[in-house]
């Protein structure tokens, strides 16, 4: 999986995508919801394409839940998903995945992170792979932070073969079929990493892409937390051999 050229050439601005579900999950993101939700619609209507929003509430108990409803009462391209409790960053996903309704579908995180004006870069290498997923240049984290990243994509690299130059980035497109023929067990950190691991065993294709990152405006991130990667640890030595027995589909 090496990086790919990023120059590309297209008529439409979305690229060979016709229709997209876009994703954010959310767990106590009330300062940002709003704002990353509505910078999603007004990039996606300047773009030639059919498109759903998904909310995903991994149970917020700051009031982020009740925004996301407010979000997808206001307009008919919006849908609120809940979790009653939170169950954890890998299950936040498996739900936006599960409930996408569109041929390809994308993700990005709830905290503001990205500019989704940069979408049209990853897909516009839709025709060309099965996914595309891009990778943070001048990333806005703390040295602790970028050590962890390091660490883990190196261990990730090393278990399960997965050899992207940021594992673990938050802006990725994939083929929806792809959900279809793949199994997450993964409920926390592990999901970038799993999915791209079965989803190269089963024989789909994977392309790179650089996107700018930004600090975080509001709220706190639970991404450096020692809990939270001793848990992606856990699940990576306990789903490894699954993992690995993936079949080829492609």
């Known amino acids: 999986m090496s990086p790919v050229s990023q120059t590309v050439h297209s008529e439409s601005p979305a690229g060979p995508v016709r229709d997209l579900t876009v994703f954010f999950p959310f767990h106590d993101e009330r300062e940002n919801i709003e704002r990353v939700a509505r910078a999603a619609v007004e990039v996606l209507d300047g773009l030639s394409l059919e498109y759903e929003v998904l ?3 991994d149970g917020s108990t700051d009031g982020t839940g009740a925004i996301a409803d407010s979000l997808a009462a206001s307009d008919s391209r919006i849908r609120a998903l809940h979790h009653p409790v939170n169950r954890g960053y890998g299950a936040a996903l498996r739900t936006g995945f599960a409930n996408a309704a569109r041929t390809w579908v994308f993700y990005t995180d709830g905290d503001g992170q990205f500019d989704l004006a940069d979408l049209p870069k990853v897909l516009a290498l839709a025709g060309e792979y099965d996914i595309v997923s891009a990778y943070r ?12 990243a390091w660490c883990w994509g190196r ?3 090393a278990v399960l073969g997965v050899r992207v130059r940021d594992v673990d980035c938050a802006f990725k497109l994939y083929r929806r079929e792809l959900f279809d023929h793949i199994e997450m067990q ?3 950190a592990l999901i970038d990493a799993e ?5 190269a065993r089963a024989g789909y294709t994977v392309g790179q892409v ?9 709220g706190q991130s639970s991404g450096g937390n020692l809990g939270v990667a001793l848990r992606a640890v856990r699940e990576l030595l306990r789903l490894r051999k699954s993992i690995r027995a993936t079949p080829k589909v492609k």
């Open 137 to 148: 240049i001048g990333r806005k984290e703390g040295l602790v932070r970028k050590l962890m």
């Open 55 to 57: 909310l995903v509430d």
């Open 195 to 199: 999915i791209l691991a079965r989803a």
């Open 155 to 157: 261990a990730v690299r």
């Open 210 to 218: 650089a996107v700018p990152h930004y600090p975080r405006r509001s």
């Open 186 to 188: 993964s409920e926390g």
